[in-house]
């Protein structure tokens, strides 16, 4: 049987890919230098778009923060496939940078960037699904999101 594609496994699992709402910065979503992507950092948003917000320890609990790390993980998906028309570039996380909208005493920034974490090793495996990685807490982010997670993946 043939290995299944990151976006047939996608489907299977039931994820659906958000619409990215209007950037209103002044960047790029995705660059690729040589065999590298780097994926701009990605807020927590809902499938229509919509900013998931609130801090955690405050406002939000660790499965919440967990289901907006994934809604960032799978926006960032949706970028790389804007970028390249599919998902199939990708040949393994390199490294995340989870940045977690969390109250000053809050400590579980790791559970909650395990959302985007977990969601990649699904899509492409123990080996190249889980790169390196940062898990760290912000006073603020911006339009108090959640979460906000930036990637970098080796590509074909």
């Excluded at 997670?149 to 590509?155: D, L, P, R, T």
């Amino acid at each position: 049987m043939p290995n299944k594609s990151v976006e047939e496994k996608l489907k299977e699992l039931g994820y659906v890919l958000p619409t990215l709402p209007v950037s209103k910065g002044i960047y790029k979503r995705c660059l690729v230098d040589g065999n590298h992507l780097y994926v701009s950092g990605h807020i927590s948003v809902n499938a229509d778009g919509s900013s998931i917000t609130g801090k955690l320890g405050k406002d939000l609990n660790e499965e919440q923060g967990k289901a907006a790390a994934k809604q960032c993980g799978l926006a960032i998906l949706s970028s790389i496939k804007d970028h390249f028309g599919s998902l199939e570039k990708v040949k393994r996380v390199m490294k995340l940078l989870g940045m977690v909208n969390a109250t000053p005493d809050y400590e579980k920034h790791p559970i909650v960037i395990n959302g985007c974490s977990e969601l990649f090793v699904e899509l492409w495996g123990d080996d190249n699904g889980k790169g390196v990685r940062s898990a760290v807490g912000m006073g603020s982010l911006p339009g108090n999101v959640a979460v906000e997670i930036e990637a970098m993946f080796e590509i074909y």
